[in-house]
T-cell receptor, first 110, second 115 residues
Framework: AQRVTQPEKLLSVFKGAPVELKCNYS??????LFWYVQYSRQRLQLLLRHISRESIKGFTADLNKGETSFHLKKPFAQEEDSAMYYCAPTGRASSYKLIFGSGTRLLVRP | GAVVSQHPSRVICKSGTSVKIECRSL??????MFWYRQFPKKSLMLMATSNEGSKATYEQGVEKDKFLINHASLTLSTLTVTSAHPEDSSFYIC???????????FGPGTRLTVL
């Protein structure tokens, strides 16, 4: 079965500290991995996807197929990064449905 | 970027009535749209997959006669909550997937309150 595990419900860091939001997945075949972010009172939006290998808002994520992980990292967290973050694979095995994890709430304190 | 709209943004209705929520892809064609429920401080729960021109595919535990989905065109899908009850009160979110590509674009959501 397709499954995503985001072990941290809440991650609280101080401004300027490094942050890593963990994501492990179980998925048949070769999924495409996404990180979506939901800021307070805003819609879900794409943060980054593994195939683009971009850095968005200072965030990066590397797909580790051996460990089936897609952890999200940022070296210096900012207060405006406070939001809900969702890791989600998709692909043919899930009929192109996004498989959402439970999400991690990131709180960046001043 | 691609934009998805939802209408209405919030609706309050009496128990027993039906409510229709629209989801539109504004600047792209979407062969597939998805409908989710989101409870407060919780993740999204997929309800159904809506394919243009065919019947929707519902997730396990979602009543298809309760939540009617119509995807009449490549830019519009509707969700009708029939005979709504207070337990149907929730935040309903749609997303749309482009013809090519796996990214989904999300609507702003519709807050349904059933009195």
């Amino acid at each position: 079965a397709q499954r995503v595990t985001q072990p941290e419900k809440l991650l609280s860091v101080f401004k300027g500290a490094p942050v890593e939001l963990k994501c492990n997945y179980s998925y048949s075949g070769s999924p495409e991995l996404f990180w979506y972010v939901q800021y307070s009172r805003q819609r879900l939006q794409l943060l980054l996807r593994h195939i683009s290998r971009e850095s968005i808002k200072g965030f990066t994520a590397d797909l580790n197929k051996g460990e089936t992980s897609f952890h999200l990292k940022k070296p210096f967290a900012q207060e405006e990064d406070s939001a809900m973050y969702y890791c989600a694979p998709t692909g043919r095995a899930s009929s192109y449905k996004l498989i959402f994890g439970s999400g991690t709430r990131l709180l960046v304190r001043p | 970027g691609a934009v998805v709209s939802q209408h209405p943004s919030r609706v309050i209705c009496k128990s027993g009535t039906s409510v229709k929520i629209e989801c539109r892809s504004l600047d792209f064609q979407a062969t597939t749209m998805f409908w989710y429920r989101q409870f407060p401080k919780k993740s999204l729960m997929l309800m159904a997959t809506s394919n243009e021109g065919s019947k929707a595919t519902y997730e396990q535990g979602v009543e298809k006669d309760k939540f009617l989905i119509n995807h009449a065109s490549l830019t519009l899908s509707t969700l009708t909550v029939t005979s709504a009850h207070p337990e149907d009160s929730s935040f309903y979110i749609c997303s749309a997937r482009e013809l090519a590509g796996n990214e989904q674009f999300f609507g702003p959501g519709t807050r349904l309150t059933v009195l």
